[in-house]
């Protein structure tokens, strides 16, 4: 288990979800340099809560973006592919098709959040407006329990409140 690669993964890849999350997976099965990964398809499944179908999709990718390297197939032992992660990045440099993360953010910074507002609502003729402070009667109900008193039974009581006024009753038991 290496907790720097694992935090290298958190500050430097630009990933997300699902990906980010086989990332760091495998990071804690990496040596502190990177080497030694070979946790089997089910474990990292496992591991990122999501189908062994999709986990060997993602490794494709991680694969194909050069972050993942693919060292040797089914390692005799274990039955599992051995990767490592790539030597450029561990050492500090940036993949070709991934940039770091902090480029990532910095554009963000200047462009401004990716989000977008919801488009204002247009009212229509004949639409009618409803606001939180309605003319009509305001009607609140809850109930408690309270000591049964001398007999020990507990019993319900029901209040309810309308438009300030405020009446309380027993339930029948």
Same mark, same amino acid.
């Given at each position: 288990?290496?907790?720097?690669?694992?935090?290298?993964?958190?500050?430097?890849?630009?990933?997300?979800?699902?990906?980010? @999350?086989?990332?760091?997976?495998?990071?804690?099965?990496?040596?502190?340099?990177?080497?030694?990964?070979?946790?089997?398809?089910?474990?990292?499944?496992?591991?990122?809560?999501?189908?062994?179908?999709?986990?060997? #999709?993602?490794?494709?990718?991680?694969?194909?973006?050069?972050?993942?390297?693919?060292?040797?197939?089914?390692?005799?032992?274990?039955?599992?592919?051995?990767?490592?992660?790539?030597? +450029?990045?561990? =050492?500090? =440099?940036?993949?070709?098709?991934?940039?770091?993360?902090?480029?990532?953010?910095?554009?963000?910074?200047?462009?401004?959040?990716?989000?977008?507002?919801?488009?204002?609502?247009?009212?229509?003729?004949?639409?009618?407006?409803?606001?939180?402070?309605?003319?009509?009667?305001?009607?609140?109900?809850?109930?408690?329990?309270?000591? %049964?008193?001398?007999?020990?039974?507990?019993? #319900?009581?029901?209040? +309810?409140?309308?438009? %300030? @006024?405020? +009446?309380?009753?027993?339930?029948?038991?």
């Amino acid at each position: 288990m290496s907790v720097q690669m694992m935090a290298a993964v958190l500050e430097r890849l630009n990933l997300s979800g699902g990906k980010l @999350l086989l990332a760091l997976a495998i990071a804690n099965h990496a040596d502190a340099d990177g080497t030694s990964i070979f946790p089997s398809v089910p474990t990292l499944a496992f591991y990122t809560r999501q189908d062994v179908r999709t986990v060997q #999709r993602q490794l494709a990718v991680l694969v194909s973006l050069g972050w993942l390297v693919l060292v040797r197939e089914r390692v005799p032992v274990l039955q599992t592919n051995e990767y490592r992660i790539s030597p +450029a990045w561990v =050492g500090g =440099g940036n993949l070709p098709g991934l940039p770091d993360r902090e480029q990532r953010v910095r554009k963000y910074r200047r462009a401004g959040s990716p989000i977008h507002k919801p488009p204002a609502i247009r009212a229509e003729s004949g639409d009618t407006a409803m606001s939180p402070n309605s003319s009509g009667p305001v009607i609140t109900h809850h109930s408690s329990f309270e000591d %049964g008193g001398t007999d020990g039974v507990a019993r #319900r009581r029901v209040h +309810a409140t309308v438009n %300030g @006024l405020s +009446a309380s009753k027993k339930a029948p038991t």
